[in-house]
T-cell receptor, first 111, second 111 residues
């Protein structure tokens, strides 16, 4: 158990819909990262937050947004969903300059 | 940005054999190279890492080597066991500590 909790584990929705994925980082970790894992693209970095502030942005679509709350949990919002958004979404947390600890992921299926 | 290439995409070995996974990176500023193991239904988990001031690191049956001049690094697993079967990811990062991942190697260890 990495200590990172993600909900929901599985989510099935339709095109055009909006979903929210939630992540609770390890106790004490201020950094939260979101990655997308699909079969053809591997693990793609989406966005990083540090203590409530956006720190770095990767290949995140404009239809996607994220935030980190004062209690350090984070949410990834995916809107106007397309079939190609079906993937595993991972959250990770880390101490400063430390290794990433990944949650078990949220599997999104868009029908 | 950083680009990490990983080979092979699939590796099948007999129990007891050695397995080698190779990665190359593009950004000469990268100085941290972690390796993650992802078991079915789980998130990636760090198994070993190496920093640019070290050429080799060993942890029991696992070793990682780094050649900064050639910009490549490798994971070596000796005496493979069925429980080593998983997807392995190499990654590279620089000052941001945000790893860029390779596409993964599916290692299958046959009993």
């Amino acid at each position: 158990d990495s200590g990172v909790t993600q909900t929901p584990k599985h989510l099935i929705t339709a095109t055009g819909q909006r979903v929210t994925l939630r992540c609770s980082p390890r106790s004490g970790d201020l950094s939260v990262y979101w990655y997308q894992q699909s079969l053809d693209q591997g693990l793609q970095f989406l966005i990083q937050y540090y203590n409530g502030e956006e720190r770095a942005k990767g290949n995140i679509l404009e239809r996607f947004s994220a935030q980190q709350f004062p209690d350090l949990h984070s949410e990834l919002n995916l809107s106007s969903l397309e079939l190609g958004d079906s993937a595993l979404y991972f959250c990770a947390s880390s101490p400063p300059a430390g290794e990433l600890f990944f949650g078990e992921g949220s599997r999104l299926t868009v029908l | 940005g950083e680009n990490v290439e990983q080979h092979p995409s699939t590796l099948s070995v007999q129990e007891g054999d050695s397995a080698v996974i190779k990665c190359t990176y593009s950004d000469s500023a990268s100085n941290y190279f972690p390796w993650y193991k992802q078991e079915l239904g789980k998130g990636p988990q760090l198994i070993i890492d190496i920093r640019s001031n070290v050429g080799e690191k060993k942890d029991q049956r696992i070793a990682v080597t780094l050649n900064k001049t050639a910009k490549h690094f490798s994971l070596h697993i000796t005496e493979t066991q069925p429980e080593d079967s998983a997807v392995y990811f190499c990654a590279a990062s620089g000052g941001s500590y945000i790893p860029t991942f390779g596409r993964g190697t599916s290692l299958i260890v046959h009993p």
